[in-house]
């Protein structure tokens, strides 16, 4: 564990965005994606809209993940 960002793109409405995560979190999140059955940056333009515009959408999927887990109903 590393605990250093990693930077990758995703592309949210047809625009290429960079996103800053630990690996944990990009494992983590791809998992919860694939066991929606949806592709990551579909996932990643949900969480998008759904957040807050004051939050970074690194930390809005750093606590969709955190969440996903305490609560995985």
């Given at each position: 564990?590393?605990?250093?960002?990693?930077?990758?793109?995703?592309?949210?409405?047809?625009?290429?965005?960079?996103?800053?995560?630990?690996?944990?979190?990009?494992?983590?999140?791809?998992?919860?994606?694939?066991?929606?059955g949806?592709?990551?940056?579909?996932?990643?333009?949900?969480?998008?809209?759904?957040?807050?515009p004051?939050?970074?959408?690194?930390?809005?999927?750093?606590?969709?993940?955190?969440?996903?887990?305490?609560?995985?109903d």
């Open positions: 564990m590393s605990g250093r960002p990693v930077k990758r793109s995703l592309t949210l409405k047809g625009h290429r965005t960079s996103v800053s995560l630990e690996d944990e979190f990009w494992r983590a999140f791809r998992e919860i994606a694939q066991e929606q949806k592709p990551i940056n579909v996932l990643a333009a949900e969480i998008d809209v759904a957040r807050d004051e939050t970074g959408l690194a930390s809005a999927i750093r606590v969709f993940v955190l969440n996903r887990f305490r609560n995985p």
